[in-house]
T-cell receptor, first 116, second 111 residues
């Protein structure tokens, strides 16, 4: 089983709203990732968590706040977003991350976010 | 970072083999080649990866040239469901798992 689930599937929010995206995996993976994909563009890495600790932040604005409460769950808290933040947000997980490890990343279906 | 070059688009007839090329001339000796695909509006799907030997799994085959400067993904019998954007990615060394996606190849399988 290589399933990563994401909720909600679609989200529409105003610029003053606070919302959260959720990602879950039960494969025993210890690395989890958030990617952002704008229309007709490839995915771009936002954050990497390894053993529930933030390892990489790709200079993402503070209006995006990740959280990894346990090894199976990854959240992305959204606050005061802009219309240009509208995108497909993808979660991925892998067994491990860091250094020489080449563990395969498995992606969830994504959350389609629209900011009005 | 090793960059990849792929053709922007390819057409393939259903039932025929699809050969997708990728150039990665600056690849380092310990960097792997990964292939993912993304069907419209879905999450990327892992296909296969390799270091220097050819690899095969239930989805595809990966042929890497001896100098490792290029590779070819082979879908042996393309179906309509294989229509997708295919990404060839060189895994960045010491990258904390970072996958650097390029523009990919839009493959359209036609009946």
């Amino acid at each position: 089983d290589t399933e990563v689930t994401q909720t909600p599937k679609h989200l529409v929010m105003g610029m003053t709203n606070k919302k959260s995206l959720k990602c879950e995996q039960h494969m025993g993976h210890r690395a989890m990732y958030w990617y952002k994909q704008k229309a007709k563009k490839p995915p771009e890495l936002m954050f990497v968590y390894s053993y529930e600790k933030l390892s990489i932040n790709e200079s993402v604005p503070s209006r995006f706040s990740p959280e990894c409460p346990n090894s199976s769950l990854l959240n992305l808290h959204l606050h005061a977003l802009q219309p240009e933040d509208s995108a497909l947000y993808l979660c991925a997980s892998s067994l491990l991350a860091g250094g020489r490890y080449q563990d395969t990343q498995y992606f969830g279906p994504g959350t389609r976010l629209t900011v009005l | 970072d090793a960059k990849t070059t792929q053709p922007p688009s390819m057409d393939c007839a259903e039932g025929r083999a699809a050969n997708l090329p990728c150039n990665h001339s600056t690849i380092s000796g310990n960097e792997y080649v990964y292939w993912y695909r993304q069907i419209h509006s879905q999450g990327p799907q892992y296909i296969i990866h390799g270091l220097k030997n050819n690899e095969t799994n239930e989805m595809a085959s990966l042929i890497i040239t001896e100098d490792r400067k290029s590779s070819t993904l082979i879908l042996p019998h393309a179906t309509l469901r294989d229509t997708a954007v295919y990404y060839c990615i060189v895994r960045v060394t010491d990258s904390w798992g970072k996958l650097q996606f390029g523009a990919g190849t839009q493959v359209v399988v036609t009946p």
